[in-house]
């Protein structure tokens, strides 16, 4: 069993306090990030929260780090960040504010955040706006904890692939709390490029994929991950990868494998590649945990298909995006 795998045994032992700030994020995955806190992480290296939200995940590890015997709150630091404020395009959710709605004329969160999570302020980071503002390009130092639960944009993830997962070392722990978003495959086929670097945990946790770096992670894969430079084929390759080493989550309910197929059939559409959408998503409408969860994906993927076909193969920018990415 992995160092990691170990905290499994541990979820029953959780309790957290009643007063946790909202959050997206399922109970397991929080005690999970308590647990990180509390039993694996040293605060050596930076630990980053990437998509803090209202504060709900940020709040249970800094409880976990509170707890720690070994996290030093003198010179440990937790680094949160977020844009702290809801509007387009931003992917926060008025809930996040302490009243539950977005108080007229305000959109920050930033000082309901601050006042949630007054206990840790004295070792707590805050990184406000978007974060290809508040990050550093330059800054190389090693991060030992990532959670990222920011990824919902590919350019989003080139921001967390060129700024920070190129600060990962062997011994990083990674949290991938999205995993189970067929929308998001750049998470899916980099995972499977990262795969022979890192230790999967065990199975997921709810839609979080745990890992942690067991060998140096070359540059050059770093760079074809932030560039995202893989041909569509090399990405579907790279997720079936991963299909075979992750099946269902921790509690039973989530069938990765699916999942994952699903996450192919994103690729292609996001590659204009109606047609071969369609043909990977179709037979999984009869999963039962897709159909039930996914409907509204299934959608997206046939019309796509069907607008494609009434085109005759697309318009003309279709066709041409289709033919700059077979190269
Ligand atoms: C799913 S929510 C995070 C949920 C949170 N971890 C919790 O416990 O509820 C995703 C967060 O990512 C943030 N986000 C998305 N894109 C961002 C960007 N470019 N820069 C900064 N924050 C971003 C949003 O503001 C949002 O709060």
Redesign the pocket.
């Known amino acids: 069993m992995t160092k990691l795998g170990r905290l499994y045994s541990l979820f029953d032992s959780v309790e957290l306090p009643d007063t946790l700030p909202y ?3 399922s109970d397991w995955e929080l005690r999970f990030l308590y647990l990180l806190g509390r039993h694996h992480l040293s605060g050596r290296d930076r630990i980053v929260e990437l ?4 504060g ?2 940020t709040y249970a590890l800094a409880l976990g780090l509170r707890e720690s015997p070994v996290f030093d709150e003198k010179t440990g630091r937790l680094h949160a ?3 702290f404020r809801v509007g387009k395009g ?3 959710t008025e809930k ?1 504010f302490t009243a539950g709605t977005r108080p007229e004329g305000e959109n920050s969160f930033l000082d309901d955040f601050r006042d949630r999570l007054e206990p840790f302020l004295p070792f707590l980071e805050i990184h406000a ?4 503002q508040t990050s550093d390009p330059d800054d190389s130092t090693p991060v030992e904890f990532l959670h990222i ?2 990824a ?1 944009t590919a350019r ?1 993830f080139r921001c967390v692939s060129e700024r920070f997962l190129t600060r990962l070392r062997p011994g990083s722990v990674v949290l991938h ?1 999205d995993f189970a978003g067929p929308r998001l495959p750049w998470l899916h086929y980099s995972m499977g490029a990262l795969l022979p670097y890192v230790e999967i945990a065990g199975p997921p946790i709810r839609s979080t994929l745990a890992f942690e770096v067991t060998r140096p992670i070359p540059e050059d894969v770093l760079k074809t991950i932030s560039e995202d430079a893989f041909s569509l084929d090399e990405k579907l390759a790279l997720i079936s990868a991963v299909q075979e080493r992750v099946d269902r989550d921790h509690t039973g309910g989530i069938p990765f494998k699916s999942v994952l197929e699903l996450a192919k059939a994103y690729v292609a559409h996001y590659a204009g590649e109606h047609r071969r959408a369609w043909s990977i998503a179709k037979p999984l409408t009869g999963d039962e945990y897709l159909s039930r969860t996914r409907s509204d994906h299934f959608e997206q993927v046939r019309k796509a298909y069907e607008d494609d076909r009434a085109t005759g193969g697309g318009s003309r920018l279709t066709r041409l995006v289709r033919k700059t990415v077979r190269g």
């Open positions: 959050t997206q994020v998509g803090s939200g209202g709900g995940s960040y977020d844009f931003t992917f926060a996040f706006g978007d974060i290809w639960d920011i919902k989003v709390q």
